[in-house]
């Protein structure tokens, strides 16, 4: 049983490039989200999702974008990378919206 | 709006000490609250939640945490600590039956040797 498994885990791109960071889980959850970590200001949300098909913003979503075609996969895109983009970024399932979190290993994104 | 303040960004505490985490929250409806470990280059791990009930939740690795209606508190505590809980620790709420789940700044644990 993966769990949540992001790729890249490490990715740098040049300003104004536009990438896919990958998100899948094999949990069969309804509920998945993107979060970006920054130092002293914890986890910020960018795009969540409560079903295939069905998705909505978070407090930081601008700049990204997300869908979700299957259950298992919530991938996120940067349109056209800023500095301030600069991040690690978790991806994370949960069954139900009482339920915790099962987040992905990170992946570190630098923009230059 | 929801908000989460976690009141100490650094504790260090020695070895076999006991230790506190301070969280408190905003909202003026039900909630649902958690704990969350992150070591270093990994990912969070949950530690436990509250959901209803009765309001101190035990959670993994010793860890406790109390919730506090009327102080609209969930501390985290735990006896003895350990060299491996030296990590971060994010509190975080939602409300119940919401789908966004709110996070504090964290806390970063030194356990001293």
């Known amino acids: 049983n993966a769990g949540v498994t992001q790729t890249p885990k490490f990715q740098v791109l040049k300003t104004g490039q536009s990438m896919t960071l990958q998100c899948a889980q094999d949990?069969?959850?309804?509920?998945m989200s993107w979060y970006r970590q920054d130092p002293g200001m914890g986890l910020r949300l960018i795009h969540y999702s409560v079903g295939a098909g069905i998705t909505d913003q978070g407090e930081v979503p601008n700049g990204y974008n997300v869908s979700r075609s299957t259950t298992e996969d919530f991938p996120l895109r940067l349109l056209s990378a800023a500095p301030s983009q600069t991040s690690v970024y978790f991806c994370a399932s949960r069954i139900r919206a009482s339920g915790g979190y099962t987040f992905g290993s990170g992946t570190r994104l630098t923009v230059v | 709006a929801q908000s989460v303040t976690q009141l100490d960004s650094q504790v260090p505490v020695f070895e076999e000490a006991p230790v506190e985490l301070r969280c408190n929250y905003s909202s003026s409806v039900s909630v649902y609250l958690f704990w969350y470990v992150q070591y270093p280059n990994q990912g969070l791990q949950l530690l436990l939640k509250?959901?209803?009930?009765?309001?101190l939740v035990k959670g993994i690795n010793g860890f406790e945490a109390e919730f506090n209606k009327s102080q609209t508190s969930f501390h985290l505590r735990k006896p003895s600590v350990h060299i491996s809980d030296t990590a971060e620790y994010f509190c975080?709420?939602?409300?119940?039956?919401?789908?966004?789940?709110?996070f504090g700044t964290g806390t970063r644990l030194t356990v001293i040797p």
């Open positions: 949990m069969n959850h309804e509920y």
């Open positions: 509250y959901l209803s009930g009765s309001t």
């Open positions: 975080a709420v939602s409300e119940t039956g919401a789908n966004n789940l709110f």
